[in-house]
């Protein structure tokens, strides 16, 4: 079983950035394609970000290309979520997810088996 756990958020003001990191323990993440996920309140879960198994792959969901950035260290078994210009409209709980071993990346939720708990991300002023 694979235990996913994402730290990182936390308040930022508009205009801001933060870093979220997705790890797990005792379990590699080098043979899984990584998802970022996100749900506000009274919204369904969405899809932000994937990057492929090899990382030669990312996606990113409209709403939040070329401000997100999603990386791989796979030395620190981590990925990185790095988010700038954030938005109010950005304020969720990111979840990040595991999926198969995978040359392409799709954002979508059924693509993934394993998912965190998620960490809380606050824009406000």
């Known amino acids: 079983q694979l235990q996913l756990v994402e730290s990182g958020g936390g308040l930022v003001q508009p205009g801001g950035s933060l870093r979220l990191s997705c790890t797990t323990s005792?379990?590699?993440?080098?043979?899984?394609?990584i998802g970022w996920f996100r749900q506000a309140p009274g919204k369904e879960r969405e899809g932000v970000s994937c990057?492929?198994?090899?990382?030669?792959?990312?996606g990113y969901a409209d709403s939040v290309k070329g401000r997100f950035t999603l990386s791989r260290d796979y030395a620190k078994n981590t990925a990185y979520l790095q988010m700038n210009s954030l938005e109010p409209e950005d304020t969720a709980v990111y979840y990040c997810?595991?999926?198969?071993?995978?040359?392409?990346?799709?954002?979508?939720?059924?693509?993934?088996?394993?998912w965190g708990q998620g960490t809380q991300v606050t824009v406000s002023s």
């Open positions: 005792g379990t590699s993440l080098t043979t899984y394609t």
């Open positions: 997810a595991a999926g198969p071993f995978s040359a392409y990346c799709p954002i979508v939720r059924e693509s993934y088996e394993y």
């Open positions: 990057i492929s198994t090899t990382g030669g792959n990312t």
